[in-house]
C-alpha cells in the first residue's frame, strides 16, 4: 500500500524535525566546566542548557570563564570553584567574590 509508506514517511520526517528544534533549543553541556575538572562523557556530568533565557548557555559559559581565570589567578581554589559551579552556577562569581 503506497499511501501508507508515504504516511509513515511523513512521520519520521516531523519527528526528525521535532528532535532538531529541540536540540537546537537546548544544548547538551557539562554541569561542571571541563576547564574546571569535569567529566566530559560522565552522564552525571551532562544536562541540556537551554541558548534562551536569561540563564542560558552564552551566561553560563561566561561565568565559566570567569571562575577558570580566578582560579588560574590564584584569586579561588579549584575546590571552592567546583563547588560553586556546581551548587549554583548562576552565584558561583559572588561566592568566589570575583563578581
Known amino acids: 500500500m503506497p499511501g501508507n509508506r508515504h504516511v509513515r514517511f511523513g512521520e519520521r520526517l516531523a519527528e526528525t524535525d521535532r528532535r532538531q528544534r529541540r536540540h537546537r533549543a ?3 553541556l557539562n554541569m561542571l566546566p571541563l576547564e574546571l575538572g569535569g567529566a566530559p562523557k ?3 556530568n551532562l ?3 537551554p541558548h ?3 540563564e542560558n548557555s552564552s551566561s553560563k559559559d561566561s ?3 570567569a571562575v577558570k581565570k580566578a582560579v588560574c589567578a590564584d584569586q579561588a ?3 571552592n570553584a567546583q563547588n560553586a559551579m ?3 552556577w548562576t552565584t558561583a562569581k559572588s561566592v568566589l567574590g570575583i563578581g
Open 26 to 28: 537546548a544544548g547538551r
Open 77 to 79: 581554589t579549584l575546590a
Open 47 to 49: 544536562w541540556p542548557e
Open 63 to 65: 561565568v565559566e570563564n
Open 86 to 88: 556546581l551548587t549554583d
Open 52 to 54: 534562551a533565557g536569561s
Open 42 to 44: 560522565d552522564p552525571t
